[in-house]
């Protein structure tokens, strides 16, 4: 049983909770601008949180020269170790999807590990833009 | 697996496990300067010391828990007064030789150090020489920088103490460097890192500048990537994908346009 973290675009009023969700959930200050899902606005009055596709073949691990991104046999998510990231930054704007971010305290990249199977985002979003559903 | 007992906590890890990572998985932990996870342990900066009793013994040791294998049977204290002396003891010494490092510093305070009992060294910069810079510029395949000196005259530097020719300035040495003192500095579209100038790839988009040319190509072709990948920065990238996903809702022909035109 997979679950996967959805984004339906039409359902998305602009409110940025998933941004502050995140922010708090991953302990960094509850900045939004430290947040892995990110809300951006495309035209009048129309948002779309984007997040982490978890890739099948995932443009991150390839760009990472130390093997510190693999997918978790748990979640399906990948994780970043940060404990194995050199800070090198390659895997930043190897994604295509801008999904990989830079703006952690310890200098690690961090990206949606969709928290360990509660995505905090989703839980929070008011309007199911985002859920955490089986498929 | 085998048992050990860390602090009377009994854990089990896989076997080849280090000390350092069996005292994580009992929950507890160490100060480490030198060490990641991406390098072998290496042992430089001694503040991870623990006291260890080896099975059937009655003497206990105090050793590094980087690079100290974890054996079954061993019993490990992590903050028994031997290891907070000889803590304090490293401590003191990393303090007189880099008495400017706030990393130092912070941690000197709180094993209750505020000032070195050593004459501190006010000529020297706040390298510990960990080599966690160089051991991590290996492991990236560019070996551009190494130990040079010996003794006293021991030094992080580039061969001949002039520009390396094999950095591609990623930077990773200055990000791990674990008291901040590689100087890296990124303006104007150019990077300056060990007395070199690298030009900085800008986004096809908007312009910014966020990896040098030398690491985009030493990336490309390691990953098998195509170089299109290396080309937008993370900001143009989240908008092209803002784009397509609002182009593929279900909102109509018209605002489909709409995002196609911006």
Known sequence: MTKLLTVSPARCIG????????????????VPGRSRVQVR?????????????????????????????????????????PERCVRCNACVPACPFGNMSVESADKAVIKCDVCGGDPACARFCPTRALEYIEV | MLNLDVNGRRVTVPKASTLLSAIRAAGFDVPTLCHHEAVEPYGACRLCVVEVRERGRSKT????????????????????EAVLETRREVLDLLLARCPGSEVIRGLAAEAG??????????????????????????KLGFSAIGMAGRGAHREVAAPLKEAPPDCVGCGSCARVCPTDNISLV????????????????????????????????????????????FELCDECSRARLAKTMFAHMALGPDAREEASDD
């Not at chain 1, 949180?49 to 990948?78: D, H, N």
């Not at chain 2, 590094?64 to 992590?78: F, H, K, M, S």
């Open chain 1, 41 to 81: 606005a495309v035209g009048r009055d129309v948002w779309v949180p984007l997040l982490c596709l978890q890739c099948e073949e995932a443009a991150c691990v390839k760009a990472c020269p130390v093997f510190a991104l693999w997918r978790s046999s748990t979640t399906g998510a990948i994780d970043v170790q």
């Open chain 2, 113 to 138: 150090l505020h000032r070195s009992s050593f004459p501190p060294d006010r000529n020297r910069d706040d390298c510990i020489l960990c080599g966690l810079c160089v051991r991590i510029c290996e």
């Open chain 2, 186 to 229: 990124d303006r104007d579209g150019m990077r300056s890192i060990w007395g070199r100038d690298f030009e900085l790839v800008r986004c096809a988009s908007c312009g910014r500048a966020y990896i040098t040319r030398e690491y985009q190509a030493s990336r490309v072709e390691g990953s098998g990537l195509p170089a299109e990948h």
């Open chain 1, 15 to 30: 409110c940025r909770t998933c941004e502050v969700a995140c922010a708090f959930r991953h302990l960094e200050d509850g």
């Open chain 2, 61 to 80: 040791r105090v050793v590094t828990a980087c690079n100290y294998p974890a054996r079954a049977g061993l019993q490990v204290e992590t903050e028994s």
